[in-house]
Every structure is written in structure tokens, then in C-alpha cells.
């Protein structure tokens, strides 16, 4: 199988991964939590219409840069996860409505969190963060813990 976004041979994703990622593709959502991925399947990266991910309870230790491919994304779920860190492309996905980052490693929330305008929900809590930074005031979304 080769990524369309990239051209390249896509790892090996396991049969029932493939079939929940074309099964999701026709619907605009896509739901692998729970299948203690550790990274996430370049195909998913191909689906441009997609507007729901979820890839909660895996083992993410890294988002890719190519989750800026997902321009119609509206809600990412990616809540108890291994996450340290956030890709720079994740803060230009403008349809971004939800944002669920709870339960991870994240030390620090970048700044350029305030771009993603268009949120109404956030999740950071159980984080090691110390601080947040001041960009997310200017964000017009509900924070739960």
C-alpha cells in the first residue's frame, strides 16, 4: 500500500486497522482507540475529507507533521496517549473544533495553540505542563478537566 500524501510504501497496518480506517473514510470518521498503535497509520494522512479521528488509549509517542494534510479535520481525540510533544502543522488545522489532549506527556502547550481559532472544546489536564501560555486566553472554547 503507498500513501497518496506522500508516495511512499506505507508501513504494515494490521487487517483490522485497514478496514476500520476504509470503513471510516466513508464516513468522515475514522475511531482506532485502543489499539495500541505507536504511531499513526500513514494512510490516515490520505483521507483529505476527514473530519473525525479518534486515537485515544494507544501508545502515540508522536503526532506526524502530516496531520497537516487533514484540513477538514473538526475533532481529534487524542487523549491517553505517550504524547511529549506537538507537531508545529497540528496548529494550522482551522476546522479544529475539538481538542482532546488529556492524559499524555505533554511538558509544555506551544503557543501557537491560540491559532487554532475555531475551537470549542479543550482537554490538557493530567499533563506535566507547568504553565500554559497566554495565546490560549484569546481562544473562545470551554477547557474541561
Not at 23 to 29: I, S
Not at 67 to 92: A, G, Y
Not at 111 to 130: D, F, Q, V, W
Request: overall charge positive; some cysteine.
Amino acid at each position: 500500500m503507498f500513501s497518496k500524501s506522500t508516495g511512499k510504501k506505507a508501513p504494515m497496518v494490521s487487517k483490522a486497522v485497514e478496514k476500520k480506517i476504509e470503513a471510516g473514510a466513508k464516513q468522515g470518521k475514522v475511531d482506532l482507540t485502543g489499539f495500541a498503535l505507536v504511531s499513526v497509520p500513514q494512510p490516515i494522512f490520505d483521507l483529505f475529507d476527514l473530519r473525525v479521528l479518534w486515537l485515544a488509549d494507544n501508545q502515540l509517542r508522536t503526532l506526524s507533521p502530516d496531520v497537516r494534510l487533514l484540513t477538514s479535520l473538526t475533532q481529534l481525540r487524542l487523549h491517553n496517549n505517550q504524547l511529549s510533544s506537538l507537531p508545529d502543522e497540528l496548529f494550522t488545522l482551522g476546522s479544529l473544533q475539538v481538542l482532546w489532549l488529556q492524559n499524555n506527556k505533554l511538558s509544555s502547550i506551544p503557543r501557537e495553540i491560540g491559532r487554532l481559532t475555531s475551537l470549542t472544546a479543550l482537554s490538557l489536564n493530567n499533563n506535566p505542563y507547568t504553565h500554559l501560555p497566554t495565546e490560549i486566553m484569546g481562544l473562545r472554547c470551554s477547557f474541561f478537566e
